[in-house]
């Protein structure tokens, strides 16, 4: 699914910005040994979280959902479809992460049943990704937990985990570009083999729903980090997940990757393009287990060094699209402009004209690599 970009589309920062970018990605790809930038594959999707659904959520699934912030300007949050909309026809984007904490689709009841007020809004949400057409991950953001429990491991029961994918998929079930995001960065897991059973629960709910033939993420232990999938024994677990019939089709590893020194997303400088520690090893690891990932998190201050690191890092995804089949960046939507990984466009009200942040001027944007 290639990505159409027209010359023709309007700049909104200096030229010279992308140039000198452009040229330090051209002296790193003579670095791996490819001459030309044209040898890049363009990969499949690039995306941005749009968060705000999650808000109040935190790593031990505790979702206090009276913070929760909507990023939809009818429900008095910021204007997530604008943003959406500017990404996808200003910058080419095609993919977007919609994050939503499971307390708030069934307000505070373990279980499946959707609670109407609140999952009208979210549903909102995906249409509205949906109407710019992209692609719209559902992502149920709870650590593979429920208040401080974990799922089939003391927490909430893998039938309760399937009952709220069964509703969700139910929804979506005639939606082509609706992804399924079995779950956000589960960490600390004691047994990945009983975890893979869970996300195997989840899957066969989705695809027994009818959501037969839509992506649906899977993700391992570690944050669901790109370092280590391939060797935390999570990976291996979850390369045995199955839709109902016995196949994997549709069946993509799910990762995340952050740039900063402790890999957690929360510092304004890079220090690593990840290649080494990271995005060569998986790539091995999925080539040789015949599987892609999506890498659904990843992102880096509005600063040199992040913008240096990820074009490094999106060049080399570039290199393996064959298994990595594109980035989400982190993020959009609910944050405040001064957010430290902000990717959160600004519109200037009078001209309704867009301005991106600096990374995604300079590296995430498929503008920002015209080949
Ligand atoms: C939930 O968030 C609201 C708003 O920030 C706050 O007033 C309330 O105390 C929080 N509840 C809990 C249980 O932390
Ligand atoms: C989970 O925590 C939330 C917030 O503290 C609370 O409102 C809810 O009742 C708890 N749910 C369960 C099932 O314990
Ligand atoms: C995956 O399935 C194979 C075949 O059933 C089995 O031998 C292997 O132990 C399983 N691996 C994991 C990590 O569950
Ligand atoms: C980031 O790196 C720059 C350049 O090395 C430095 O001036 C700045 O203080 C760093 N910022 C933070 C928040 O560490
Ligand atoms: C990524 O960093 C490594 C050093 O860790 C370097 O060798 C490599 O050239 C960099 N990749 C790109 C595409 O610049
Ligand atoms: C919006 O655009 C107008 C016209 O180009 C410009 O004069 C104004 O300064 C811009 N506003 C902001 C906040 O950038």
């Not at 997940?241 to 990757?257: F, S, W």
Request: net charge negative.
């Amino acid at each position: 699914m290639h990505i159409l970009l027209s010359s023709t589309l309007p700049r909104t920062s200096p030229t010279n910005t992308f140039l000198s970018v452009k040229m330090k990605l051209l002296s790193s790809l003579a670095v791996v040994g490819l001459s030309a930038a044209s040898s890049l594959a363009q990969l499949a999707f690039h995306g941005v979280n749009i968060a705000g659904f999650d808000f109040g959520c935190a790593t031990d699934g505790y979702c206090n959902t009276t913070q929760a912030a909507p990023p939809l300007l009818q429900y008095g949050g910021s204007d997530g479809y604008g943003q959406m909309l500017h990404f996808v026809q200003n910058d080419g984007y095609n993919i977007f992460r919609l994050p939503v904490g499971w307390q708030y689709l069934t307000n505070n009841v373990l279980g499946g049943v959707l609670y109407p007020a609140n999952f009208e809004k979210y549903y909102t949400l995906v249409q509205t990704c949906l109407s710019t057409g992209a692609y719209c991950i559902v992502d149920i953001h709870n650590y593979a937990r429920w208040n401080g429990t974990i799922i089939g491991q003391g927490g909430p029961t893998n039938e309760q985990f399937a009952a709220i994918w069964y509703s969700l998929a139910s929804q979506f079930k005639y939606e082509s570009r609706v992804v399924f995001g079995v779950m956000n960065e589960p960490h600390d897991i004691p047994d990945v083999i009983l975890w893979a059973g869970s996300v195997q629960a989840a899957v066969t709910a989705i695809r027994t729903a009818g959501a037969t033939s839509q992506l649906v993420l899977l993700p391992g232990n570690d944050w669901t980090s790109a370092a280590t999938i391939w060797s935390d024994g999570s990976g291996a677990a979850l390369l045995n997940v199955t839709n109902p019939a016995g196949d994997k089709t549709g069946l993509i590893i799910d990762v995340h990757k952050y740039l900063d020194y402790d890999n957690s997303g929360t510092h304004a400088n890079c220090t690593t393009n990840n290649t080494v520690a990271a995005w060569e090893p998986l790539s091995a690891w999925l080539r040789a287990n015949g599987r892609q990932a999506l890498n659904t998190e990843t992102g880096g201050g509005n600063t040199a060094s992040c913008v240096e690191y990820l074009c490094q890092q999106r060049a080399y995804q570039q290199l393996n699209a064959d298994v990595i089949l594109g980035y989400v960046g982190w993020a959009a939507g609910g944050f405040a402009t001064d957010y430290v990984l902000s990717e959160v466009p600004v519109k200037n009200t009078t001209t309704g004209y867009w301005t991106d942040t600096w990374t995604v001027e300079a590296c995430l944007s498929p503008r920002a690599f015209v080949y």
